[in-house]
């Protein structure tokens, strides 16, 4: 069954510095997005994404975070300057269309020291 | 706002039914779904129902929505010790964007 996948599952950084985390959403899904669940808390919107631009943003996705979609087949999400809040698992998810269940990947845990 | 809320914890035995609960406040929810994480693993969609509806079966599992109290659960039927997970109930309009509860740690013993 085709899957989401993340890369890599886990990403260590100091603060203040730049991490880019990777998604391969399924192939023919449309729509892509990315949650973060931070350690104890509820798993929580950060974007949506679709024909190449943002459709909504959570209040959390700030001006440090940025989506992409550099080709037809990743999806990014970068964090300009990172700060210790960020240590979260970041879960990316796609569906085929807007109204379709979103299926997510295993996620990438993000520390920030 | 819009809030999801689940009771934190349910313990069962093997072969058991376990049922997980979920309450929500989006009425204009149009579909509500239950996902399952494992320990180091992502969130694996279990099922879902549309608003619509008030009650999906799928195989051992069965989803019952009370529309009227905002009122959600998951049945799992002959409960087994690989059952034992986190289940998150999430609520969502179109476009995605979905509110998750805080997510119920089932434990199985055998």
């Known amino acids: 069954e085709p899957e989401v996948t993340q890369t890599p599952s886990h990403q260590v950084t100091q603060m203040g510095q730049e991490v880019i985390l990777r998604c391969v959403p399924i192939?023919?899904?449309?729509?892509f997005y990315w949650y973060r669940q931070i350690l104890g808390q509820k798993v929580e919107f950060l974007v949506s994404f679709y024909n190449n631009e943002i459709s909504e943003k959570s209040e959390i996705f700030d001006d440090q975070f940025s989506v992409e979609r550099p080709d037809g087949s990743n999806f990014t999400l970068k964090i300009r300057s990172t700060k210790l809040e960020d240590s979260a698992m970041y879960f990316c998810a796609s569906s085929e269309e807007g109204s379709s269940p979103l299926h997510f990947g295993n996620g990438t845990r993000l520390t920030v020291t | 706002g819009e809030d999801v809320e689940q009771s934190l914890f349910l313990s069962v035995r093997e072969g058991d039914s376990s049922v997980i609960n979920c309450t929500y406040t989006?009425?204009?929810?149009?579909?509500l779904y239950w996902y399952k994480q494992e320990p180091g693993a992502g969130l694996q969609l279990l099922t879902y129902i549309f608003s619509n509806m008030d009650m999906k079966q799928d195989q051992r599992l069965t989803v019952l929505l009370n529309k009227k109290d905002k009122h959600l659960s998951l049945r799992i039927a002959d409960t087994q010790t690989g059952d034992s997970a986190i289940y998150f109930c999430a609520e969502g309009p179109q476009g995605g964007k979905l509110i998750f509860g805080q997510g119920t740690e089932l434990s199985v013993k055998p």
């Open positions: 192939s023919n899904h449309l729509y």
């Open positions: 989006d009425s204009s929810s149009t579909y």
